[in-house]
């Protein structure tokens, strides 16, 4: 079993820059591959990006594709998600996500297990 829990969420402007980590217990955690999801209010959660066991393979939605940088670090057992020239349309809760595969998936019902979420606010 493996449990997460974001942080680095918060209020930017604009154009700015957020960091989020996601760290994860237990020893297994170079066998997930990892993801990330956002919900914004009124809106379906929906896929952000995805990384593989190894770190090899990153997948992004076309809406951050270009802005965001998924990255893991097996050995603290932490995955990150650098946004990059903020919009406000970004603006959601951020959940990172588990899954036990060597298969990457866009899919949310494919992971496993979650975080609790971290708020992401962009103003305009």
């Known amino acids: 079993q493996v449990q997460l829990v974001e942080s680095g969420g918060g209020l930017v402007q604009a154009g700015g820059s957020l960091r989020l980590s996601c760290a994860a217990s237990?020893?297994?955690?170079?066998?997930?591959?990892l993801g990330w999801f956002r919900q914004a209010p009124g809106k379906e959660r929906e896929f952000v990006a995805a990384?593989?066991?190894?770190?090899?393979?990153?997948y992004y939605s076309d809406s951050v594709k270009g802005r965001f940088t998924i990255s893991r670090d097996n050995a603290k057992s932490t995955v990150l998600l650098q946004m990059n020239s903020l919009k406000p349309e970004d603006t959601a809760v951020y959940y990172c996500?588990?899954?036990?595969?060597?298969?990457?998936?866009?899919?949310?019902?494919?992971?496993?297990?979650w975080g609790q979420g971290t708020q992401v606010t962009v103003s305009s």
């Open positions: 996500a588990a899954l036990n595969s060597v298969v990457v998936t866009t899919e949310e019902e494919a992971y496993d297990y």
């Open positions: 237990g020893r297994t955690f170079s066998r997930y591959a």
């Open positions: 990384i593989s066991r190894s770190g090899g393979g990153t």
